[in-house]
């Protein structure tokens, strides 16, 4: 008996492998509808192109990156937009910019607070804990959320005042993206980042 | 009893922490020297920074970046040498930067082979003795094996050919890199790199 094969998962599989549709279907069936099986499958027949990182092109926006004047820091964002025509828009374009020179300045971590591991968090907030064990026991736990808080305002990209204040007057990057996607008119996300400093640890 | 603590220890605890060295040494003597535990140690007693990404300068070098014309694919490249000087040289940052714009060309996944996880590497050759079936069972080993150095050859930088041919003539990173560090008479090394593509899957 044949597995029922959804439309959307032969669409999924096919924008993985690159794999015509009845190769994909075929595929699917016979791994009833696995498809990371079937991915395997049809690299097996040479059906498909081997995995290559980054194939599904999902959105529209900008790489923009930014060394500094010494050459031993730079930084590369991606920020999305949901056309090709805002894509190219100057002011979008310079909000990348200003983007990719503030995570230069200012190191974040993570672009959001979603992106901060769990177990990272834990430990932050356990050596807050452990340095407000001075303070009277029932403030304790406010002191530390506290303290966490403000960690998070350093690390985290969208929480951080723009390190040119007499450009931006201490608005967030968060403030500043929500400024472009009200003056394009479409979502603008600031996807991710990767900042380098010559011999810095990993 | 005291601990008996080494220097080294000290050092790479003030290299993490930034703390002064009494304060490391007896951080490290009262946990007993587990540096793990003496880092947390000197935060909850504020003798510490919070840990920043990107710490310990521990090389010379160069970062480079090269964004395609479209704005839709971006590269980030460290360079690593030995000295400023040669950090500075021309012949040096021209070699990162053809380094940038052929990963933006090429995508590769890896710098060298040493960074392909071992389970990738199985799956890919799990692939390739399938691939194989229909050969007779004596030479399929050795199919599959030069099927999977095919593979690193395209998605290790080092082993890539350099996409300007032209400039290059089929020279492999690995020979532009051994040739600059003859030139420069310093070690150079290609440490680590970031490729953005507008909307690929992570």
Known sequence: MEAAISA???KALRERTGAGMMDCKKALQE?????DKAVELLRVRGQAQAAKRGGRVAAEGVIESYVHATGKIGVLVEVNCETDFVARNDDFKEFARDVALHIAAAAPEFVSEDEVPDERRARELRIFEQQAEDKPE???PKIAEGKLRKWLEEVV???Q???NRDKHGGQTIEDLRAAAAA???ENVVIRRFARFQVGEDQ
């Open 183 to 185: 003056r394009t008119g």
């Open 157 to 159: 990209l969208l929480k």
């Open 31 to 35: 791994v009833e509808g696995d498809i």
């Open 161 to 163: 005042e723009h390190v």
């Open 138 to 140: 029932n403030v304790r």
């Open 8 to 10: 959307g998962d032969v």
